[in-house]
């Protein structure tokens, strides 16, 4: 139980073209959902909180103009890199806590999705 | 600096051997999750530690938080091939306040040679 997809799992485009990778919660609904930035040897970096039915909280620094996320179900979000440039090739990964009351719960992750942008 | 450090950055160990990886903060943790990483891949849940002097095992891991839940060990026991990867540590540190959110370690890089 608890999977969790991305799609697609690489893709390259030409700078200025937009890109939307999902995030889907296969076997269990999803109030919360996660995006995260890695790069080569680094950790995790959030950029951003979706929640089902609202707007996603942006980390510090994260442009929400080009990072818009739109979460519009339990089991699916999407985050969709407009007008991508070649300094936004990355490793993004989501990752979907499940929808409860406990205050403490975890985040299960998808296999993330490889950017590169010409 | 980190709010969360790991250690060692990287670790190599003979097949067969026992090792620990740190993690700390000095901020409370209110949750503190171990994932473990293949490089270009997702992160799998290995465990999740909520009360102070809390131990988890599952096979040949042990996590444990410490009393005051600011640190954290994981323990690998007879270490294989198999458990070669990155491993993080991740904490809600803002207290339940900011619902889910975690702040990662940098990663501990564990190579295990046969």
């Known amino acids: 139980g608890a999977v969790v997809s991305q799609h697609p799992s690489w893709v390259i485009c030409k700078s200025g073209t937009s890109v939307k990778i999902e995030c889907r919660s296969l076997?269990?609904?999803?109030?919360?959902m996660f995006w995260y930035r890695q790069f080569p040897k680094q950790s995790l970096m959030l950029m951003a909180t979706?929640?089902?039915?609202?707007?996603?909280?942006?980390e510090q620094g994260v442009e929400k103009d080009k990072f818009l996320i739109n979460h519009a179900s339990l089991t699916l979000s999407t985050l969709t890199v407009t007008s991508a440039h070649p300094e936004d090739s990355s490793f993004y990964i989501c990752?979907?806590?499940?929808?409860?009351?406990?205050?403490?719960?975890?985040?299960?992750f998808g296999p993330g999705t490889r950017l590169t942008v010409l | 600096s980190q709010e969360l450090e790991q250690s060692p950055q990287s670790l190599i160990v003979q097949e067969g051997k026992n090792l620990t990886i740190n993690c700390t903060s000095s901020?409370?943790?209110?949750?503190l999750y171990w994932y473990k990483q293949k490089y270009g891949e997702g992160l799998i849940f290995l465990m999740m530690?909520?009360?102070?002097?809390e131990e988890k095992s599952h096979e040949k891991i042990t996590a444990k938080l410490d009393e005051k839940k600011q640190q954290s060990s994981l323990h690998i026991t007879a270490s294989q091939p198999s458990h070669a990867g990155i491993y993080l540590c991740?904490?809600?540190?803002?207290?339940?306040?900011?619902?889910?959110?975690?702040?990662f370690g940098q990663g501990t890089i564990l190579t295990v040679h046969p």
């Open positions: 076997d269990f609904q999803a109030t919360t």
């Open positions: 990752s979907a806590t499940p929808t409860s009351g406990r205050a403490l719960l975890v985040q299960f």
């Open positions: 901020k409370t943790l209110y949750g």
């Open positions: 979706s929640n089902e039915g609202s707007k996603a909280t942006y």
């Open positions: 530690l909520q009360k102070g002097g």
């Open positions: 991740g904490a809600d540190i803002a207290g339940g306040t900011s619902y889910g959110k975690l702040t």
